[in-house]
């Protein structure tokens, strides 16, 4: 029931492609599949149009002369079909050859009889149908193979950039040099970062005066952070300020079902890169090109993303870096990546882009509310404060969240409401106002989040409450006690990690005092207190039991925030010795919140009758309520 964390969001960026002239292609640039088709068609219609010159020359005649000359015994052999007859007469012409004859036949009934009578040698076919075979038998089969071709094709190029019968050819998307459409004004929060890619800069536009001196530019920059800090803005806004043409690919697009594309599309990468000098490249999210290698020789992809990766490490390492290429790459998880990648001379500078403090907050908000129609009461620094956490993404997302709020409700500017209600519909969810709880619900979700608030006035290092509300948000959340701090921590000592755990337990208490029993709620709360503890014990050493020590060996993202591989390297009884003290001190909180909520129960009461009647809270009126002495009228 409590506030839930913050989730990031990507705000997806255009690609910026060159506006190259459209060529039209001549005849010889066509695809092959067309030159079949038309090799085709000129031969049917040959065919179709010097047919009488494949055979004798007949002559064609009334079906009463055939008769004649049947009935005179003029007639040596014919052939009958359904739609004419034809044959050779005994006569010959003026050069001494046969005569060949065509007719249209009549339904005859005793015309085989005749035949048989005059002794003429005669056969029964089926009409000629050597065209309607032709057509049948391997020209429409052939125009239909080559149209499903044609279709796959079509189809598989359009998924690789290109002609997929080129699939070693990169697919990177060229940014133009000229006009940029990001540079550092559109930055802000990153100002480290900012100052280490000004070097990069600087030698792009200036490379003589590094090499005057005998130095050189590092060969490759990485940048890491968190998702969402915006990295690739970043190196977009490098590219921006040196005013160079910008290679832009994603570390996936080198991967491809055929073994041996990705290092085909790395060695094209290069060489355009080579040859359009002084250039970036930017590999976004290296990690899924760059992965440690190790472990059994594997086939498929496995194999075919090794390939890939040794051909990138051949190519950074082999090109000059007096020549203006500089090799930018952003990811989110520098853990995992080949060790080969990192070592002096490839990827040799390394920036992290952290999340941005208070200061990085507001500017990052006046940019992306530099388009917005703001009121007079919106206050930047104020928003800035109530987002903490978050970053570049999901500010962007606030601004735009708040626009979109203004818009329905009709509004001629955004106000300080819209931005109280965007943040709060990305860090607790949409409101569920057809989510009617019964009364018996609602009264225990009213206890449970006034024990939370009021655990949170009265412990010293608590964080102020600015809101408490039991609108049913998000999934699950059926209330929450939204704090803020007072200003950006980096460090938690440990009275404030044990007042946390003090908060994070207030709702359950909350619910034995004035209900009797526990529900559900409290589930979230739980985890959380539980990993607090267990930090405190075997990570932080903050135990006086245990000692200054950890224990047990953790892999986890330093970005992510997501532990990989937990390996245990102690022994059981060091095991029964901190589940002791995980427990000790979840129960030492728990008799600790008891007692606050027990003495300041008259409070508590007050705040639960209020925030039923009301719903939601903000953080004076909490206040006000637990400092009065007696229930506020009407």
Request: a neutral charge; proline letters at 5%; glycine letters at 8%.
């Amino acid at each position: 029931m409590a506030a839930r964390k913050p989730f990031g969001f990507r705000s997806p960026e255009p690609d910026i492609e060159i506006n190259k002239p459209t060529q039209r292609k001549t005849f010889w640039q066509q695809p092959p599949w067309r030159f079949t088709l038309l090799y085709f068609l000129v031969v049917f219609v040959f065919f179709y149009l010097f047919q009488s010159s494949l055979g004798p020359r007949r002559e064609e005649i009334p079906y009463s002369v055939f008769q004649e000359h049947l009935n005179s015994g003029r007639v040596a052999e014919c052939v009958v079909t359904e739609e004419q007859i034809y044959g050779t007469l005994k006569l010959q012409d003026e050069s001494g050859r046969p005569r060949h004859f065509v007719t249209v036949p009549l339904r005859d009934a005793e015309l085989a009889e005749k035949l048989h009578e005059h002794g003429v040698k005669y056969s029964v076919r089926r009409s000629q149908t050597w065209l309607r075979d032709l057509l049948i038998g391997w020209i429409l089969p052939l125009v239909f193979i080559f149209a499903i071709w044609g279709f796959i094709s079509r189809r598989v190029s359009s998924s690789m950039g290109g002609n997929f019968l080129n699939i070693g050819k990169h697919r990177a998307r060229i940014h133009a040099a000229a006009h940029p459409e990001v540079t550092f004004a559109d930055v802000a929060g990153v100002d480290e970062a900012q100052q280490e890619l000004h070097e990069v800069i600087e030698f792009l536009k200036n490379p003589q005066e590094f090499q005057r001196l005998g130095g050189h530019m590092p060969k490759g920059v990485m940048l890491v952070g968190a998702p969402g800090t915006g990295k690739t803005l970043l190196a977009k806004a490098v590219a921006g300020e040196a005013g160079v043409p910008f290679f832009s690919i994603s570390g996936s697009e080198f991967i491809e079902m055929f073994v041996g594309v990705g290092a085909a599309r790395v060695r094209d990468l290069f060489e355009q890169a080579k040859q359009k000098a002084p250039c970036i490249i930017f590999i976004d999210e290296l990690d899924a090109v760059g992965r440690q290698r190790g472990g059994p020789m594997v086939m498929s992809g496995h194999d075919e993303r090794e390939q890939t990766l040794n051909q990138l490490l051949v190519e950074i390492d082999g090109f000059d870096t007096g020549r203006g290429v500089v090799v930018l790459a952003a990811t989110n998880r520098p853990e995992i990546l080949d060790k080969a990648l990192l070592r002096a001379g490839r990827f040799d500078r390394q920036i992290v882009v952290d999340k941005p403090d208070l200061t990085g907050r507001e500017e990052i908000l006046k940019i992306h509310t530099r388009e917005l129609k703001l009121a007079d009461d919106v206050d930047l620094h104020l928003v800035a404060r109530r987002t903490p956490g978050l970053v570049g993404a999901d500010l962007a997302n606030v601004a735009n969240e708040a626009a979109i709020l203004a818009a329905r409700r009709r509004r001629d500017a955004v106000t300080t409401a819209d931005f109280e209600d965007a943040i709060e519909r990305i860090i607790a969810g949409p409101e569920k106002k057809r989510n009617a709880m019964s009364r018996e619900e609602k009264h225990r979700v009213a206890c449970h989040e006034a024990g939370h608030a009021l655990v949170a006035i009265d412990v010293p290092t608590g964080e102020p409450v600015h809101k408490v509300s039991i609108i049913p948000r998000g999934v699950g959340a059926l209330g929450y006690t939204l704090q803020l701090p007072v200003q950006d921590k980096f460090l938690a000592t440990r009275p404030e990690l044990v007042d946390q755990l003090a908060v994070l337990l207030g709702g359950r208490v909350a619910e034995e005092l004035m209900l009797g029993d526990v529900s559900t709620g409290a589930q979230n709360d739980l985890e959380r207190a539980t990993e607090i503890a267990r930090k405190m014990v075997c990570e932080y050493g903050m135990s006086p039991e245990m000692g200054p020590g950890t224990f047990g060996r953790r892999q986890e993202s330093p970005f992510l925030g997501t532990v990989f591989s937990e390996e245990r390297t102690y022994s059981e009884s060091t095991a029964r010795r901190i589940d002791a003290e995980v427990a000790g001190l979840i129960g030492d909180a728990h008799r600790r919140v008891t007692g606050i909520l027990t003495a300041r129960r008259s409070a508590l009461d007050r705040l639960v009758v209020v925030l039923e009647e009301r719903e939601v809270l903000s953080g004076d009126e909490v206040r006000e309520l637990v400092a009065a002495k007696k229930p506020p009228a009407g």
